[in-house]
């Protein structure tokens, strides 16, 4: 008589380990960590905001027709849900009314202002490699 062990198939056995292992390596990254690297661009008729995310620290350009205004602090974040996050900067932008931005990530290319509604876009030529000119002989 055989042990009910060996009766499983061997894909049932292995089935419980490989959903825990789906689920642990898909719940360590967040809608965030898409952002992590990038660089991204709100235009209108008259401004030009850009946003660099780079871990802990946040970049940030307010170009209008006189001229731009730069910053860059370090920010802690904290998840509203799963596609929202709530940005605390260190040092307020001295253009901006207060020191949190919440964010709504819809995916690698691009984020929602949640207060004004605007979209910023994936910057393309953050994204551009260049390489260099290799010596010819």
Request: a positive charge; aromatic letters at 16%; one cysteine or more.
């Amino acid at each position: 008589m055989k042990p009910k062990l060996q009766t499983i198939p061997l894909f049932a056995k292995f089935l419980p380990l490989l959903i825990v292992m789906i689920a642990l390596t898909s719940g360590c990254k967040n809608n965030f960590d898409n952002l992590n690297g990038k660089v991204f661009l709100y235009k209108d008729s008259v401004y030009e905001f850009t946003a660099g995310f780079d871990k802990d620290t946040l970049f940030y350009i307010m170009k209008d027709e006189r001229m731009p205004r730069f910053h860059k602090t370090t920010f802690t974040k904290k998840k509203v849900d799963d596609s929202t996050f709530l940005l605390t900067v260190k040092e307020k932008p001295k253009f901006w009314e207060k020191n949190t931005w919440e964010i709504v990530v819809t995916d690698s290319k691009g984020f929602r202002s949640k207060e004004s509604g605007n979209y910023y876009y994936l910057y393309s030529d953050s994204l551009i490699v260049k390489k260099a000119p290799e010596f010819q002989k």
